[in-house]
């Protein structure tokens, strides 16, 4: 038995029937969060964790749904007994955001008002509008105050936001790999991702499913950008090299024997197709996009001053998506607001995806950290 | 009158009728190379410059064709009377590559075996084809030795190959923003690129011209993805940063407005896949996958043994798609095989495309350069 594991879980369901009005105008007349939780909430309700999700994230962030189950949850390097986030110690609760695809309400569920799936017609949520439900979800579970948001890219820009839109409910707030906004480039690469699904002639203008069709290929090109982007060029270079598919078999459609990152590549996006809902996709993108802190053009600084937790940010030194500059500028506005915050970047070769890998300084700098929060 | 240019030109074809074999053993039975010359071939034909194109360039490299052409040759900017591949000095010639689609002979040709378009059946060269083909076109123009030879990306490594290859045939050589072979991060994206191209309905397995489609979603697709990764992170943000397009009329298919680099990157996009052809695009970046300098595998110092020219190697700071890092390595690989090279990174935020703009520094330091070429 793995004795730093959480083990077998089961995911709960919350139902809502209180409309959550988006920051767009749009309203959600009822919903269901989809969330696991490791660990046990302590008398006082002081040692709860909230884990944020990134992009193609969902609630399933630790241990296993059944023994046969082949992987573990997608943050089980740093949630467990004795790990970083420490269930011995807090209690971390982990959802599937609305617009999500793994449970949560979102795309693929149906629309009350019509009785047929959502699809295109869900309403575009911004970040602060999964904050608002996340908030309704720590009502529900009787948690005041969290002691710790954490979460990485998408999900650092949650944490951050939970500390400006409820800063009386958060004392620690961990944005790993983040940035107060996106640049030009990351806008360009999530455009990118966007036309490769809309143009797929599958997509059907977001009603696939109700055409019992799919935009598997556009999804899977959108994953493959994601994928070569979240990588470093040197992660890629010793995974792969400029090695050729060895066997026979692996030639491709000219009978040319490819290199393998491309097949690789193809086959981590044609999987993809198949596990993750496209009208979601779309949707986590144009919230990435839009994230401005503290609101469009908002000084950053100014929004910070609302703030009254502790921060610590995190950032990977091959991380070209979001890069160290851009948790620096995080950090710059923090102590231009007096703030705390303490910062570390890492020196790790994986590129953005560093922040899901068990890279032990890494691991080290987020242990020492959450060892230092009170519950 | 501009008389730093070279003012009104014409393209010349040149038809070949003995066949070339390329290095995958196909060989292309009789073929057609249209190109361009500036400035005149002096008396002992010691004179001539080579200009190599990359990977969607073409023989159109200086001048106009007409007075009311807008925009000029792709580098005018290096090229012309008193710039740094000085028209007064030197006979610039410029080609279209084999398998391109603007005038050479490639897969919108006829093949005369068939008497169809070629499309996808178009044999797959690879840069040392290109480089014998210029060499026969070398042959009919009177030209026995290059001053130089000059290319940027893709053309960098023909230049680099004609040192190889015909060592006797090039006194300098001039590798812009080049590699001696591609990383697996720059063959992912090649690969999305031709997956999306691929993935098109209207691609017909390459078929588009005699079905009467055109792949032009995915051309857009992979245009916009080299249009990324072509420029500097820095570039984008000071030319989009996260600016929303102003006028009504520019929201998305939701009713959104949209950031400025949405709508650039998909009118750039949807402009190239009306003028370029879609099988010469996945034709140019295979051959770029899979060039290595002295062939699959060499190592690239004995490689430079066989050359007996003198070499430039120029990168720029802001390059993430062919980084200085690259440029060095082909330094080295010089240096080690104790051939004269001089190298120069230039500070620049405009990423890759910097090769083709007039940054004073970069055409001061190719100026210099070919001023000490001995005409």
């Known amino acids: 038995m793995d004795t730093s594991s959480v083990g077998i879980v089961s995911p709960r369901v919350e139902h809502f029937d209180t409309p959550l009005r988006f920051a767009t105008g749009s309203e959600l007349p009822a919903y269901d969060l989809i969330f696991e939780t490791y660990g046990e909430l302590n008398a006082a309700g002081s ?32 949630i467990g007994p004795g790990k970083p986030i420490d269930t011995n110690r807090f209690f971390v609760v982990s959802l599937n955001n609305l617009g999500g695809c793994h449970g949560s309400t979102g795309p693929t569920s149906i629309n009350p008002a019509t009785g047929e799936v959502w699809g295109p017609e869900f309403p575009q949520p911004q970040v602060e509008d999964w904050v608002d439900a996340q908030a309704r979800l720590a009502d529900r579970l009787g948690i005041d105050c969290w002691a710790a948001v954490i979460g990485g890219s998408l999900g650092g820009m949650q944490a951050m936001t939970w500390s400006l839109r409820y800063p009386d409910r958060v004392r620690h707030c961990v944005a790993i790999a983040a940035a107060l906004k996106l640049s030009a480039q990351n806008i360009a690469f999530n455009e990118i991702a966007r036309r490769a699904i809309i143009s797929d002639p599958g997509w059907c203008d977001g009603h696939y499913l109700r055409e019992n069709t799919l935009p598997a290929q556009g999804l899977a090109l959108a994953r493959m950008v994601g994928h070569i982007t979240y990588l470093s060029d040197n992660a890629m270079a010793s995974r792969f090299g400029r090695e050729l598919q060895a066997s026979e078999g692996d030639e491709d459609e000219d009978g040319r024997r490819e290199f393998q990152v491309e097949s690789y590549l193809r086959y981590q996006g044609a999987r993809f197709s198949t596990v993750f809902d496209a009208n979601t996709y779309v949707l986590m993108t144009r919230a990435l996009d839009h994230f401005d ?83």
């Open 293 to 375: 802190l503290g609101g469009p053009g908002a000084d950053p600084v100014d929004a910070f001053r609302r703030s009254q937790c502790d921060y610590l940010v995190l950032s990977f030194s091959t991380d070209w998506r979001f890069s160290p500059a851009r948790s620096r500028e995080i950090v710059d506005a923090l102590l231009a607001a007096e703030r705390p915050v303490s910062y570390a970047e890492i020196v790790a070769d994986e590129g953005h995806d560093a922040f899901l890998l068990p890279i032990p300084r890494y691991l080290a700098v987020l242990d020492a950290y959450l060892q230092r929060v009170v519950t």
């Open 47 to 78: 040692n709860a964790v909230l884990i944020c999700h990134a992009l193609s994230g969902h609630h399933h962030a630790a241990g296993r749904h059944s023994e046969d189950e082949r992987k573990t949850g997608w943050w089980d390097v740093c």
